[in-house]
């Protein structure tokens, strides 16, 4: 099946640095790349995705990249604050298949 | 718009008895979803449905594991005699059939095998 693998596993920055995650997936026919954000005790909410047509993708503080012929995509959060520390996973999936998700990343942000 | 709703929120059980969780997924949403969630690690697909039917279940142990959907709304995931390798968080979710899209989770079942 979809191996999705996500480095690192802990990240700890500065407030007002940025922070990056990096997640690498086997299946060439995946085309669908999002990040769920999990803060103790509540539920993964996505926070932003990426399609195969597109190599970047930029929101509220969030840009994703994504790299085909490596089989890599990126979650960069810039100007990070308090709010942002919690559990992140990639996920990929193929058209309609159930996404498969990465090991997550705990990120705390540092006052 | 109600979200997705997962019942019990926590359970405790010895090892080899038996629980039942309980979804009720967005309304208008086929396609339902059963992650297994272990603390400090990603959601880990169980099984999904379209509707009444299995897609894939493919990673759902079969000889204690059973899920169903049997009308297409609802589902049930039952463990039949649970381990201590089974104490994770149980995670419904629920999307649209279409090509790749947002996951709505619910709120989990928090289960503990002793």
């Known amino acids: 099946g979809e191996q999705v693998e996500q480095l690192p596993s802990i990240l700890r920055v500065q407030e007002g640095s940025s922070a990056s995650i990096n997640c690498t997936y086997e299946n060439s026919a995946s085309n669908y790349f999002p990040w769920y954000k999990q803060e103790p005790g509540e539920n993964p909410k996505l926070i932003i995705d990426?399609?195969?047509?597109?190599e970047r993708k930029q929101t509220q503080g969030l840009i994703v990249l994504l790299d085909k012929k490596a089989k890599r995509f990126s979650l960069h959060i810039t100007d990070t604050q308090p709010g942002d520390s919690a559990m992140y996973f990639c996920?990929?999936?193929?058209?309609?298949?159930?996404?498969?998700f990465g090991a997550g990343t705990k990120l705390s942000v540092k006052p | 718009e109600a979200g997705v709703t997962q019942s019990p929120r926590y359970a405790v059980l010895q090892e080899g008895q038996a629980v039942s969780f309980w979804c009720d997924p967005i309304s208008g949403h086929d396609t339902l979803y059963w992650y297994q969630q272990p603390r400090d690690q990603g959601p880990q697909l169980l099984v999904y449905f379209r509707d009444e039917a299995v897609i894939d279940n493919s990673q759902l142990p079969s000889d204690r594991f059973s899920a169903v959907r049997p009308k297409g709304t609802n589902s049930t995931l039952k463990i039949q005699s649970a381990k201590q390798g089974d104490t994770a968080t149980y995670l419904c979710?629920?999307?649209?059939?279409?090509?790749?899209?947002?996951?709505?989770f619910g709120a989990g079942t928090r289960l503990s095998v002793l």
């Open positions: 979710a629920s999307s649209p059939w279409t090509g790749g899209g947002t996951l709505y």
């Open positions: 996920a990929a999936s193929v058209d309609n298949n159930a996404p498969r």
């Open positions: 990426i399609r195969s047509n597109m």
